[in-house]
Every structure is written in structure tokens, then in C-alpha cells.
């Protein structure tokens, strides 16, 4: 599943954050950065990334060679080859443009599409609302708000049953104890 997280560009796309850049490699303006996205092989030579804070993309550039040095991405830039040029980019993020739901492998979805989804048990009643994605060990939950309290959902096919992206609902077929209000831990 998809987690990355986006923003409006003034391209009028989507722009998902797909890696965060590290320190510049070599003399000739090479840029390590940690891969966070679930398809890194979207990253390309010619391709165009977005690099900007967190919160918005501010510039755009494009890829010249890509790389991979101990899992990260070496990436070399179209017109910047001094190691001067990318190091401010430090801690920054790179961008992508959101794929459409059909280019994206069945069952993947990113977050923000998520986000709002009514859960619905498989007699129809309401669960909760999904207002995040968790990364868990070896798998990633759903985060569900019912009432004044949040749930972790594992995110497995035998829990998540169905998304419905159209119809706004999460099909979900908890095990007893997972949604209860008077669940008592451990």
C-alpha cells in the first residue's frame, strides 16, 4: 500500500513525497537520498522530481542518472554537477507525481485516499472513520477513530475486506476484542 504523503504543486498535480535527501556524494554534485515510497523504480533518468519542505514543493529539477549506494538513491540532476548545488538541499524532500488508482498495483492506495473512509463491519455497522495509516512491524495498520478513542487495525485480508474508494466505505471483519471499547490490555 502506498503511504506517501502529498501536496498541491503549481503544476497542478498531485506531488507525493518519495525520499528525503541526505548529504552530497562526491565532488560532482551527486545527492544520497533515503527512498520513502513504496516504488522506487518510479525514479528514473529524465524523469522531473519536485524538491521542496515538507509542506509544499518550491522547485523543480530533473534527474540525470539514478543509483543506488547501500539503499538509498545516488541521484544526479540535469545542470547542477558542484557539490555546492544540492547540498542545501539537505533534509528536504523529493517529489513524484501521484500515480492515477489505475497505473498503481491492485491493492495499493495512498494515505490521503484513505483518510474519511467510513469502516463498516460485514453486517453494515459503522466502526469508525480512518484517519491514518500506522508503519508497524511487518505490516501497516489502519488507524480507525470510534468515538473519543482510536483503534489499530491490521492491515491483512482477513481484517480489511474491501476498500471502496467510489462509495467512501472500508469493509473491515474485526476478530472480537480488536474494536471494543472495554477491551482491557495485557
Known amino acids: 500500500m502506498q503511504t506517501e504523503t502529498g501536496g498541491e504543486s503549481p503544476r497542478g498535480k498531485e506531488w507525493l513525497i518519495v525520499g528525503r535527501a541526505g548529504k552530497p556524494h ?48 545516488l541521484l544526479d540532476f540535469e545542470g547542477l554537477r558542484q557539490r555546492e548545488d544540492v547540498d542545501a538541499w539537505r533534509g528536504r524532500f523529493l517529489y513524484l507525481p501521484e500515480q492515477s488508482m489505475e497505473e498503481l498495483p491492485e491493492g495499493f492506495f495512498y494515505e490521503h485516499h484513505l483518510v474519511g473512509l467510513e469502516c463498516q463491519s460485514l453486517a453494515g455497522e459503522s466502526l469508525g472513520t480512518v484517519t491514518g495509516l500506522e508503519e508497524g512491524p511487518g505490516q501497516q495498520r489502519l488507524v480507525v477513530r470510534r468515538g473519543k478513542r482510536e483503534f489499530l487495525v491490521p492491515w491483512v485480508p482477513q481484517i480489511v475486506i474491501k476498500i471502496d474508494l467510489e462509495n467512501g466505505t472500508v469493509l473491515l471483519d474485526p476478530p472480537g476484542g480488536l474494536l471494543d471499547d472495554d477491551a482491557e490490555l495485557a
Open 26 to 73: 562526491g565532488v560532482h554534485g551527486s545527492l544520497l537520498v533515503e527512498i520513502v515510497t513504496d516504488f522506487p523504480e518510479r525514479m528514473v533518468a529524465g524523469i522531473e522530481v519536485g524538491v521542496g519542505t515538507e509542506d509544499e514543493v518550491q522547485q523543480f529539477v530533473r534527474i540525470h542518472e539514478v543509483r543506488y549506494h547501500r539503499g538509498r538513491w
